[in-house]
T-cell receptor, first 117, second 115 residues
Framework: GESVGLHLPTLSVQEGDNSIINCAYS??????FIWYKQESGKGPQFIID?????DKRQGQRVTVLLNKTVKHLSLQIAATQPGDSAVYFC????????????????FGQGTTLQVKP | DAGVTQSPTHLIKTRGQHVTLRCSPI?????VSWYQQVLGQGPQFIFQ???????GRGNFPDRFSARQFPNYSSELNVNALLLGDSALYLC??????????????FGNGTRLTVT
């Protein structure tokens, strides 16, 4: 089926270090991307989004970088904390077939971030 | 404000049975989407509803159906359950357009186990 690719299934970092989670997408026409965090037993939680007319967007301790040339997306987490341990998904928004104003998200398989104290 | 709420949180069914899952969107959100998340994978799109009309459907069999009510809440129905339907079913809401230009906000899902 449709999917967005992620480079690493698991990333282990030391508390206080910076984390970088990568994602590759396939549809060069996609113009909206979202990062989600999913903790065990919970639904995906919105972290940050970016539109294709930008190449960088910053939030609180998080930065998303978009490289449209190579169709690559990354999420950077500064000063990683134990509470950041979760599965991180990048998602690509695509129009629903036959509709110009409704969309669906195509998710990658996720990267598990483990933060070592 | 309350987020997206789903019920029940857990459900165990037998093969061949049917199931109804319920979702209440965030207040003011008119679009509801349903996703299926199999263990170890990312969510897969099932349906999107906006203003009580189906606006999109993913690659799922006709055993899956849904509807949206005048108060924008939604139900997902699955008939003739198969073992492979065991998954976390996620509901998400957005103000308009179901993720085109605005993020989806997810509930915590219903964990369905088919035995």
């Amino acid at each position: 089926g449709e999917s967005v690719g992620l480079h690493l299934p698991t990333l282990s970092v030391q508390e206080g270090d910076n984390s970088i989670i990568n994602c590759a997408y396939s549809n060069s026409a996609s113009d909206y991307f979202i990062w989600y965090k999913q903790e065990s037993g919970k639904g995906p939680q919105f972290i940050i989004d970016i539109r294709s007319n930008m190449d960088k967007r910053q939030g609180q301790r998080v930065t998303v970088l978009l490289n449209k040339t190579v169709k690559h997306l990354s999420l950077q987490i500064a000063a990683t904390q134990p509470g950041d341990s979760a599965v991180y998904f990048c998602a690509e928004s695509r129009p629903v077939h036959g509709s110009s104003n409704t969309g669906k998200l195509i998710f990658g398989q996720g990267t598990t971030l483990q933060v070592k104290p | 404000d309350a987020g997206v709420t789903q019920s029940p949180t857990h459900l165990i069914k037998t093969r061949g049975q049917h199931v109804t899952l319920r979702c209440s969107p965030i207040s003011g959100h008119k679009s509801v989407s349903w996703y299926q998340q199999v263990l170890g994978q990312g969510p897969q799109f099932i349906f999107q509803y906006y203003e009580k009309e189906e606006r999109g459907r993913g690659n799922f069999p006709d055993r899956f159906s849904a509807r949206q009510f005048p108060n924008y809440s939604s139900e997902l129905n699955v008939n003739a359950l198969l073992l492979g339907d065991s998954a976390l079913y996620l509901c998400a809401s957005s103000r308009t357009g179901g993720s085109l230009g605005s993020p989806l906000h997810f509930g915590n899902g219903t964990r369905l186990t088919v035995t």
